[in-house]
T-cell receptor, first 112, second 110 residues
Framework: AQTVTQSQPEMSVQEAETVTLSCTYD???????LFWYKQPPSRQMILVIR??????QNATENRFSVNFQKAAKSFSLKISDSQLGDAAMYFC?????????FGAGTRLTVKP | SQTIHQWPATLVQPVGSPLSLECTVE??????LYWYRQAAGRGLQLLFY??????ISSEVPQNLSASRPQDRQFILSSKKLLLSDSGFYLC?????????FGPGTRLTVT
């Protein structure tokens, strides 16, 4: 079974600084998708970024970028120029067809 | 644009009572639909998904069931709630790639 592991239950970053959230996953498949979702206190799940496993180029969305290491099954999220509004739970997710697995989440605190 | 609705937003139910949570999607046809549960401080657990009307796949054996009576309607039910059914329930629909989530229902079983 595919599993997703986020080894950092909590992380903290100073406003305007950069933070990296870690994620590893386990799969025997070669074709899949990886995602980072943000869940603010409202509990609405918001898609942050998507990575296709067949693409070698790391995905980037404005201040958010990933470091996708397929052989190592690693998928970290880098948030640059952190803002107070980035404070939230962040979930890493793996998807193949209708099988979607989430990590336990990392709570990010942004200090002013 | 697509919109996903869930209701109710909050629900408090006694043990042994029935449950019905509803999810509807607007702005798309024949979406794949999903029900997730999120326990406090935890990640999301996939409960059910549906690829079409009347087609339900269960991921985890439990006290819950799901139905899809219409193309864009997905219902989560229980005949008798357990304390362990408490949690935050999220409905989602998907494109070929991403899943988009509704606002969720907070269920407390007392």
């Amino acid at each position: 079974a595919q599993t997703v592991t986020q080894s950092q239950p909590e992380m903290s970053v100073q406003e305007a600084e950069t933070v990296t959230l870690s994620c590893t996953y386990d799969t025997s498949e070669s074709d899949y998708y990886l995602f980072w979702y943000k869940q603010p206190p409202s509990r609405q799940m918001i898609l942050v970024i998507r990575q296709e496993a067949y693409k070698q180029q790391n995905a980037t969305e404005n201040r958010f970028s990933v470091n996708f290491q397929k052989a190592a099954k690693s998928f970290s999220l880098k948030i640059s120029d952190s803002q107070l509004g980035d404070a939230a739970m962040y979930f890493c997710a793996y998807r193949r067809n209708n099988d979607m697995r989430f990590g336990a989440g990392t709570r990010l605190t942004v200090k002013p | 644009s697509q919109t996903i609705h869930q209701w109710p937003a909050t629900l408090v139910q006694p043990v042994g009572s029935p449950l019905s949570l509803e999810c509807t999607v607007e702005g798309t046809s024949n979406p794949n639909l999903y029900w997730y549960r999120q326990a406090a401080g935890r990640g999301l657990q996939l409960l059910f998904y549906s690829v079409g009307i009347g087609q339900i796949s269960s991921e985890v054996p439990q006290n819950l069931s799901a139905s899809r009576p219409q193309d864009r309607q997905f219902i989560l039910s229980s005949k008798k709630l357990l304390l362990s059914d408490s949690g935050f329930y999220l409905c989602a629909w998907s494109t070929s790639y991403e899943q988009y989530f509704g606002p969720g229902t907070r269920l407390t079983v007392t």
